[in-house]
């Protein structure tokens, strides 16, 4: 017969088998459990565990075999609690009872002895007690209790694990502390642990498992909202999937809600996005499925202006729509009347929002559901009327607020007309002339200009009569038609009615004459008497008139900034808008008589609107821009802010446009004819003195008009073309060290551009760029940051000629940074990772993958033939070799290492191999010798592979032998207790 021991092997060897059989096992092991002392139990059941804590791997076996140890020492407590009648009998026994007692001793045991385990060595058994402890507390339900001491044992004890050097341990011990937390202490040691990993661990799945397990408190929300950022896909999904699940839309500020919404709804990841879904639909239930007071939630009407969110809300009402069917959502839409529009007194932003919304989703989704478009769409006649009533409605206001409000109401108004049928004429007409209307009306503010303007484009057939449609709406404005009374004066009426007066007296004694002369027959004096009473009345009639008020029309001239910056605002927009390759007269006409006196008006908001205007008119005309280039020049460096940001703008698209060449012989006559030079002009507080820069001095200018010409003096003329060049890119360059972030950004997001274009090409100026980005000055400037780190792995792997300026670049940013001060901010950059940065930047392997994918085969053979890394390496060992003994000594050597050498270049690697050797000799740091030796021997097994019949001497290298060679080098080389018992 076999023995207890044997009995309880057997039941944990067919434990692992599955778990259909674990409660009849269960049972066996409880009458094992009453028959044995719990002594002899303790041991072989503590025996026989131990084999399952040594596994690491997730053995399904083991994990089937813990579950049921888990569940048969739990058993023990919820029969304790079963076997109690009433809670006062529960507290008179937690009162008179000892701790022990009222614990199961085979759990008080078991704990016990896991507490004891989870310092040991192996990584498994730490592992398996945190897993087992874990399991024990989830299976003790939600009212068990253990004792005081106990509980602060496995609070310590895991707390200590959160500190473990395996992930594993970590995520198991944050696990296990979930049940120990106390969310009503703001000290809690657990919370304060959750805190540090969530942000501080470097394992994803460790910060997965806090977000799962922290609890949702006013502290700790902020850190799952920051968690949404996080870099591994899993975190960022998880961290929604708990706000959703966890956290309420009323409890996050207006901004979070926003953000996240812009985060995860625009997140590269496809599960991400499908969690931000989750969330946006868990705040839509909030709500009761009310779209509108949703949008309230997000505070639509003040969001919508920020930046990134108007491209959000679109996401927003796309996401919500997507898996609803069409049918459902007009069914659901009940905000319009019989006409198909909204009441004028129901209007909002958020019904106007989801209106235009929801029919740009249906139009969306082709013919097939025009059906029920037709069902909340008015026809084109309805909706004219429409807008003209809301613009009726629309009273001028003071209020700010109130003023947005309308303005954003109108906007969305304008952009639904995208979705309306024009087919039928007299709509098209009657809506054509809403626009232009529209546009006449000082109701309408600048910033409604552009959907005005979008949506008359798209009515009217000529991109010239619309020029013409402009230039007569922008008369109107400068020049309305006023009516003046002219009333007279009290004086002068009382004087005409004397005269009136005697004039009537006089009337009525020639009409008695002209009787008495009728009744007598005297016909002549009648006649006479007639006509002066034809005189007389006249005369009385003009003294009637002139007593009256006169009413005048006449046009005057309008200049308040408004009514300027609104009409150079229709200019713009419409240049912007429409395709144009020429001014025409009636845009020259424009040009003459507002744009260029915007530019020298005083008031700054109309400078700004006019220099834009003047630059979408330079696009179109190349001799407009030659004429104007110094003007924005000049603009650039003495207006305000916003206007040199603009301007800014409008030199760099003319630059890129017709590239720098076009204006040297503009800028040189200019000099020749005794106007200086924006570089040259030192008395001048326009624009600064420009001396050479180390920046622009080897630029080279894209050569794209080449034209005969008679024969001149070249050197000359080539000296002057490069002073010229060269000065203009001083200019611009300068300002990238200007106090600004805007005219920083701008500056860099030009010059990029122009580098990107082959407009220039400068290794100096991409170093700037470089450390311009490393630059923890910039790390504010999120749009310069995210600029600059598009624009250098575009321009790097798009061609061998651009991958040539980043490897002469290469030693140019390291030097800069080797010799930046102490107190400069470059010297807290990581040089380490600068150079890692340029090392991806020159592999060759990169510009292979981006040529095959552009199916570029024919620069592959180039390519391979001419690595850059055999001249980095080459320019990189004789830095060393010059100053082995410089504190700099230890990036450069890690450099080396790092690059891909030419494996089948036998030259190459003779000359490095010479090089290393002669390293060995100056370079005596431990760290770095160890590099060097990696690199060394990366050349020797090269070298040993190229030419296997060939037996390398190490040690018979001539240290003397020419050190200084290049291939292709640049020019310049906690708890809280409660009484004995713990609530968990």
């Known amino acids: ?105 085979l759990l008080h045991k078991l704990l016990s002895y896991l507490l004891q385990c989870h310092k040991a060595n192996n990584k498994a058994i730490r592992f398996r007690v945190c897993q087992i402890i874990n399991k024990l507390l989830k299976d003790m339900g939600d009212d068990a209790q253990i004792d005081t001491d106990i509980y602060e044992k496995i609070k310590e004890c895991m707390l200590d694990r959160l500190r473990d050097i395996t992930p594993v341990v970590r995520i198991q011990a944050v696990i296990a502390l979930g049940r120990l937390q106390e969310p009503n202490d703001e000290k809690c040691p657990v919370l304060e642990g959750y805190h540090f990993h969530i942000g501080c661990d470097p394992n994803s799945n460790v910060r997965q498992a806090v977000i799962q397990t922290m609890a949702i408190t006013a502290k700790t929300v902020p850190d799952i909202i920051e968690r949404t950022k996080d870099v591994t896909d899993l975190v960022r999904k998880q961290a929604y999937l708990t706000l959703a699940e966890k956290v309420s839309i009323k409890s996050l500020k207006i901004k979070q809600r926003v953000w996240l919404l812009q985060s995860g709804l625009k997140d590269q990841s496809d599960s991400v996005k499908a969690a931000a879904a989750k969330l946006l639909q868990a705040w839509l239930r909030t709500y009761g499925g009310n779209v509108l007071e949703l949008l309230s939630a997000l505070d639509a009407e003040n969001s919508m202006d920020e930046e990134g969110f108007l491209e959000t809300r679109e996401l927003v009402m796309k996401t919500l729509f997507k898996k609803v069917p069409a049918e459902e959502l007009v069914d659901k839409f009940e905000l319009l009347n019989e006409n198909l529009v909204i009441d004028l007194d129901k209007i909002t932003c958020e019904s106007v929002f989801y209106w235009r919304s929801l029919c740009q989703y249906l139009k969306s989704l082709g013919p097939e559901e025009e059906e029920y478009l037709d069902k909340i769409l008015p026809t084109t006649s309805v909706y004219s009327d429409f807008i003209q009533k809301w613009m009726a409605s629309i009273e001028v206001e003071e209020d700010i607020k109130k003023c947005c409000i309308q303005e954003l109401i109108t906007t969305q ?63 109107e404005l400068q020049h309305p038609l006023t009516v003046v009374d002219e009333s007279v004066s009290a004086e002068e009426r009382r004087k005409n009615d004397i005269k009136i007066a005697s004039i009537r007296v006089e009337l009525n004694q020639l009409r008695e004459e002209l009787e ?169 507080d326009d624009i600064p003195a420009v001396e050479s820069r180390d920046d622009v001095d080897e630029t080279e200018i894209a050569d794209t008009d080449k ?248 040690e018979n290298i001539d240290p003397g032998a020419n050190l200084s060679i290049t291939t292709n080098p640049p020019e310049s080389a906690g708890g809280k207790k409660g009484g004995k018992k713990n609530k968990i």
């Open 1 to 105: 017969m076999a023995t207890p021991q044997e009995k309880m092997q057997t039941i944990f060897e067919e434990v692992q088998m599955g778990k259909k059989n674990h409660a009849k096992l269960m049972k066996h092991l409880k009458k094992l459990y009453d028959q044995m002392t719990f002594d002899d139990f303790w041991d072989q059941f503590c025996h026989l565990l131990q084999y399952n804590m040594l596994v690491y791997n997730r053995c399904p076996a083991v994990e089937r075999t813990l579950d049921f140890l888990s569940k048969f020492v739990t058993s023990f407590v919820k029969q304790t609690e079963n076997s109690q009648k009433t809670e006062q009998e529960e507290e008179n026994l937690a009162e008179d009872s000892d701790d022990e007692e009222d614990m199961p001793p």
């Open 707 to 954: 034209i005969d010409a008679p024969e001149v003096d070249v050197e000359n003329m080539a000296e002057k073309t490069s002073r010229v060049a060269n000065n203009i890119l001083s200019i611009l360059t300068g300002l990238l060290d200007n106090e600004s972030s805007g005219i920083r950004t701008v500056c860099a997001e030009g010059l990029a551009k122009l580098q990107l274009a082959g407009r220039v090409t400068s290794a100096r100026l991409f170093s700037r760029l470089i450390l311009m980005w490393y630059n923890p000055l910039t790390e504010d400037d999120r749009r310069l940051r995210h600029c600059l780190g598009t624009f250098f792995p575009l321009y790097a792997f798009a061609g061998r000629e651009n991958q040539q300026i980043v490897e002469e670049s290469f030693m140019q940013t390291l030097k800069t940074l080797f010799k930046a001060p102490v107190n400069s901010p470059l010297a807290r950059v990581n040089i380490g990772s600068v150079a890692d940065f340029l090392v991806q930047l020159t592999n060759y392997r990169h510009l292979l993958e981006n040529a095959q994918q552009n199916i570029l085969t024919a620069q592959q053979n180039t390519v391979e033939e001419n690595n850059l890394h055999d001249s980095i390496a080459v320019n990189v060992c004789n830095e060393i070799i010059s100053d082995p003994n410089s504190f700099n000594v230890k990036v450069l050597c890690e450099i080396l290492p790092a690059l891909k050498i030419s494996i089948d270049n036998g030259c190459i690697l003779k000359d490095l191999k010479v090089l290393s050797e002669k390293m060995f000799q100056g370079v005596k740091e431990k760290t770095c010798v160890k590099h060097l030796e990696k690199f060394r021997l990366l050349i020797i097994n090269n070298l040993r592979r190229l030419n296997p019949e060939v037996e390398i001497q190490v």
């Open 516 to 684: 008495d002369c009728v009744k007598q027959q005297e016909f002549a004096r009648a006649a006479e008497i007639k006509a002066k009473v034809s005189e007389l009345d006249a005369a009385k009639l003009e003294l009637l008139e002139s007593n009256q008020p006169k009413v005048n029309e006449i046009r005057e001239e309008r200049t308040d900034s408004d009514t300027i910056v609104k009409c150079l605002t229709i200019i713009s927009e419409i240049l912007t808008e429409i395709m144009h390759n020429h001014i025409s007269p009636t845009l020259k006409s424009l040009m003459d008589s507002l744009i260029i006196p915007g530019v020298a008006n005083e008031d700054p908001e109309i400078r700004n609107v006019a220099i834009r205007s003047l630059g979408l008119c330079c696009l179109l005309s190349k001799e407009e821009a030659k004429k104007h280039l110094l003007l924005f020049l000049q603009v650039s460096h003495m207006d305000h802010e916003p206007v040199r940001v603009m301007t800014l703008k409008v030199i760099f698209d003319l630059l890129h446009i017709y590239g720098i060449e076009t204006f040297l012989n503009e800028l040189s006559n200019e000099d020749e004819g005794g106007s200086k030079t924006p570089a040259e002009n030192q008395d001048n």
């Open 413 to 475: 108004l304008l952009e639904l007309a995208s979705v309306l049928d024009f087919s039928d004429s007299a709509g098209r007409k009657s809506f054509q002339k809403l626009l232009q209307d529209m546009l006449a009306s000082d109701k309408v503010g600048h910033r409604l200009i552009k959907p005005i303007v979008v949506g008359l484009i798209s009515l009217v057939a000529s991109n010239e009569n619309v020029l013409k449609i402009a230039a007569e709406i922008i008369s």
